[in-house]
């Protein structure tokens, strides 16, 4: 979900309000999401290397974070949706964690599309963590690294969508993509929407996938 920053900046505008503007979009793709048929759904909200950024917007970035899962969680709990988080969140504030521990009990027994948020998330670090839980139980084979992942009960990844021109994988689910389609959209995330997701999907639908057969 990127361009919340260059999207505040075209306007001349605090950054933060690019990051609310990036609120409202996730709100309107999980809702598309649901509508849509989507198994799952994941997000990266906040990465292992946004703790770089400066500490007002790190700081307004959490508070976007308690504020979102307070204010939408009865309604993704209403509509089935499971929230699932991956990434290493000890390191957030308490108050934080125990938002987020509360609002997976309140929808751990949903059935449908899984949400999942990645929050101190990178997937350098996610590897690592699989490859040592591996190590520690026997034989390091890809397949007990993938049993080891944070993704390791979503179903397998289809589809990566990169926002706002940006063509790379930026530390994101990087074990995962190695068949994965990619689309990467001139759009700002703020401005994404269902009409997007359609677009994304109608591409992933026209493609012939191989896995590295003929």
């Known amino acids: 979900m990127d361009g919340n920053g260059r999207w505040a900046k075209r306007r001349h505008l605090p950054r933060v309000l690019g990051h609310q503007r990036g609120v409202e979009a996730v709100r309107r793709t999980v809702r598309a999401g649901v509508e849509l048929g989507l198994s799952a759904l994941t997000l990266y909200a906040f990465s292992t290397e946004n703790w770089r ?55 751990a027994d949903n059935t449908g599309m899984v949400m999942a948020i990645a929050l101190n998330y990178g997937s350098q670090d996610e590897i690592a963590r699989a490859a040592r839980a591996a190590a520690a139980k026997g034989e390091i084979t890809p397949e007990t690294i993938s049993a080891e992942l944070d993704t390791a009960d979503l179903p397998p990844l289809d589809l990566i969508i990169r926002t706002s021109g940006e063509v790379r994988l930026s530390n994101f689910l990087m074990w995962q993509a190695a068949y994965a389609e990619m689309l990467f959209l001139d759009v700002l995330w703020p401005d994404f929407g269902r009409e997007h997701l359609e677009e994304a999907m109608a591409e992933y639908a026209r493609r012939e996938r191989r896995f590295g057969g003929r």
Do not use: W, Y
Request: glycine share 4%; charged share 30%.
């Open 53 to 107: 950024r400066p500490e007002d917007e790190v700081s307004a970035l959490m508070g976007l974070l308690k504020r979102f899962i307070m204010a939408d969680l009865e309604e993704f709990a209403s509509n089935n949706i499971r929230l699932k988080i991956i990434g290493d969140i000890s390191a957030f504030a308490p108050d934080i964690i125990e938002l987020i521990e509360q609002a997976r009990a309140r929808t």
